[in-house]
């Protein structure tokens, strides 16, 4: 089993890269050492009234320095996610990682699908996988990253309302008019878009991974809140239930249900 | 911790090797958490509810936070109790920790499954989970009624080969009724005090955070409650009280040991410090030791 580490990790940098959205990044030598993409932390408010972890999802990592980046959007006032954005150089907080199974490696003609928040883990995806990419990427009315993703593959972009040249309309959209076929299909995004990702899978007949969400207190598949549906009767949890912090949070798209 | 004091304690004529034990559901069966904390140096693993035949809980979301802690409605998901002793328990056996089993069921007949199933096993007690509030039997949960709560625990008796632990609610109006009731039955412990039932509202969206709309709260919120009905129930019965409740610090346990708790669990703060028993472990002893302490027995029924 891959090792976890409950480290205290020291803010080397944090910037606001769109609105309420956040970049930071953290000195956790032991994480960034064994991170592999599409694997998330729990990061723990300072907030005495806020105990649990914040799943975010790992969008980058270096090994060399020891750091890993961290990218969220601020869900309100009085939440950890506002507290995370007002930490300084120095900093310090706790965090355990890395945690789920993370993105299998994988080649071919290969489509990288995100949605909103869930593009963020697939940076440190785009830039793993080797060989030839199409990167999608769907927003409501910001658009942000597209440089960094810019770097690893072809763009393709949606967007709600059309702004700056995108597509308008949703990815999935967007990437029936393109109309090319992809052999491995990678997504995060919304449950809306997961779904409509599946079917276009299936479609190309494309073998296609999923990484989903769930509201979750640990983190390391003890509580079992973040199940999700499977098809078949999970080895471990020997009912219809995947725990998406420890199976998954990256699922093949047959093996689970919305 | 330190060597030159005494942390052991004795439940039922078992020995622990200290107060400190996971309360059930927050810890699994330690599999998950052997990577943060030694399970060789914890009192004992309580661990997740188990039924005769596997559950699929409720469903989701299961959690939400609250001020100081959160609401569950896991709805008791578990692999059943054959999975259980195959897998969970012979892990939980390569430890030198004492194993408390929760059993869970929906009628009398499934709890004494699983209680037959767990005889001969290397369990050494087991806790009877009559209190969950995401899972229920008609409109109350067994644990409420001190007549069927005598009743279940008088038939688990007959039959357990291990001593048994009846978990109580703090959702009834007088939790002494129900200790008594237990008492009477037999039990050889009583544990308290399970989550309290709550619910939130998401005003903007106007829906119940959680998909079972009820959950139970846990936490340091909790732990106030938990103190006093630790300290009612204290008062109330002669069989020992494992006390837990918002079990954050050395002092929190302390302070249900003072009340009348002989072991305290520790949970939900697992969740959010996965080395948090062992952290409990060490605050205890420097308590111990800044009010020269040498017995941690002492601790038990303390108040004045």
């Known amino acids: ?258 | 911790m330190n060597k030159k004091i005494d942390t052991k304690i004795n439940i039922a004529g078992i020995e622990f090797k200290n107060p400190i034990m996971t309360a059930s559901g927050t810890f699994g069966s330690g599999m998950e958490y052997a990577d943060f904390v030694d399970l060789n140096e914890l009192g004992a693993v309580i661990t997740k509810g188990v039924s005769a035949i596997p559950w699929e809980g409720n469903p989701t979301p299961r959690v939400a936070e609250t001020p100081s802690g959160m609401l569950n409605a896991i709805g008791l998901q578990n692999p059943g109790v054959e999975v259980f002793i195959n897998r969970d328990l012979e892990f939980l056996k390569q430890f030198d920790v004492r194993i408390i089993v929760n059993v869970c069921g929906k009628t009398i007949e499934d709890y004494l499954k699983v209680v037959r199933a767990l005889a001969g096993t290397g369990a050494d007690m087991l806790e009877i989970n009559i209190s969950c509030p995401n899972v229920k039997a008609g409109a109350l949960s067994f644990g409420q009624e001190p007549k069927v709560v005598e009743e279940i625990t008088k038939k688990i008796k007959k039959e357990a080969k291990q001593p048994v632990i009846m978990k109580l609610t703090p959702n009834v109006t007088d939790i002494r009724e129900i200790a008594k009731a237990a008492e009477a039955g037999g039990a050889d412990a009583i544990s308290l005090i399970n989550t309290i039932t709550g619910m939130k509202i998401d005003i903007w969206k106007r829906k119940f955070a959680l998909a079972n709309k009820t959950g139970g709260l846990s936490g340091p919120a909790i732990h106030p409650v938990a103190v006093r009905m630790v300290y009612d129930c204290a008062r109330t019965v002669k069989i020992p009280i494992i006390g837990m409740g918002g079990v954050e610090s050395g002092e929190d346990a302390i302070e249900l040991m003072l009340a009348g708790a002989t072991a305290v669990a520790v949970g939900t703060s697992n969740f959010y410090r996965p080395d948090n028993a062992i952290r409990v472990l060490d605050e205890m002893a420097e308590v111990m030791e800044k009010q020269e302490v040498s017995d941690i027995k002492e601790f038990i029924n303390g108040v004045s």
Request: hydrophobic residues 40%; negative net charge.
């Open chain 1, 1 to 258: 089993m891959a090792e976890q580490f409950y480290e205290t990790a020291k803010v080397i940098s944090k910037e606001i890269i769109a609105k309420d959205i956040y970049k930071l990044v953290l000195k956790a030598d032991k994480i960034a050492n064994s991170a592999k993409a599409g694997q998330f932390v729990l990061v723990y408010p300072h907030l005495s009234d806020k105990k649990l972890g914040r799943p975010i999802s790992i969008c980058d990592w270096d090994k060399d320095n020891g750091t890993i980046t961290l990218c969220y959007r601020v869900t309100g006032e009085n939440t950890g996610t506002r507290e995370f954005s007002s930490y300084c150089e120095n900093d310090e907080v706790r965090i355990l990682g890395p945690l789920g199974n993370g993105f299998p490696m994988a080649d071919g003609n290969i489509l990288i699908i995100g949605g909103g928040l869930g593009i963020f883990p697939l940076l440190g995806l785009s830039k793993t996988l080797t060989g030839k990419k199409t990167i999608a990427l769907g927003f409501r009315e910001e658009i942000f990253l597209m440089r960094d993703f810019n770097e690893y593959g072809d763009l393709i972009v949606a967007t709600e309302t059309g702004i700056t040249d995108s597509f308008k309309g949703n990815i999935v959209q967007a990437l029936r008019e393109e109309g090319n076929r992809y052999e491995v299909i990678y997504a995060c995004g919304p449950t809306p878009m997961l779904k409509a990702v599946k079917e276009f899978a299936a479609e190309q007949s494309a073998i296609c991974y999923l990484s989903l969400e769930e509201r979750m207190a640990c983190g390391i598949g003890a509580c079992l809140a973040c199940v999700c549906k499977s098809k078949e009767i999970d080895g471990h949890t020997n009912v219809k239930n995947k725990r998406v912090c420890k199976e998954g949070p990256v699922f093949e798209a047959h093996e689970i249900e919305f």
